[in-house]
């Protein structure tokens, strides 16, 4: 089991930038791929961006690609998604995710992860 604690959400203007983290606890995250996805009102719960086991490969939505850039750090059991240029559309949940162990690659399908966090609420004001 891997548990998932987001932070780093808030409140900023059109333009602006933030860094959530995600804090994994139980088993290691080091074998697996992490993602983050987010879920505006109404909306399904939508890819962002995915990182591999090693940090090598990463992918992102068409959406925030040039904006934003995940990363992680094994040894402290951390993902991050670093957002710049925020856009009001950009408004949502974000969630962190993580597949199962021995699952390295990246992928963009939220059926491939098997476990989420609780969120963290990212709103950009214009």
């Known amino acids: 089991q891997v548990q998932l604690v987001e932070s780093g959400g808030g409140l900023v203007q059109a333009g602006g930038s933030l860094r959530l983290s995600c804090a994994a606890s139980?088993?290691?995250?080091?074998?697996?791929?992490m993602g983050w996805f987010r879920q505006a009102p109404g909306r399904e719960r939508d890819f962002v961006a995915t990182?591999?086991?090693?940090?090598?490969?990463?992918d992102y939505a068409d959406s925030v690609k040039g904006r934003f850039t995940i990363s992680r750090d094994n040894a402290k059991s951390m993902a991050f998604l670093q957002m710049n240029s925020l856009k009001p559309e950009d408004t949502a949940v974000y969630y962190c995710?993580?597949?199962?162990?021995?699952?390295?690659?990246?992928?963009?399908?939220?059926?491939?992860?098997?476990?989420w966090g609780q969120g963290t609420q990212v709103t950009v004001s214009s």
């Open positions: 139980g088993r290691t995250i080091s074998n697996r791929a």
């Open positions: 995710a993580a597949r199962r162990q021995l699952y390295p690659q990246t992928t963009s399908a939220n059926r491939d992860y098997d476990y």
């Open positions: 990182i591999s086991s090693t940090g090598s490969r990463t």
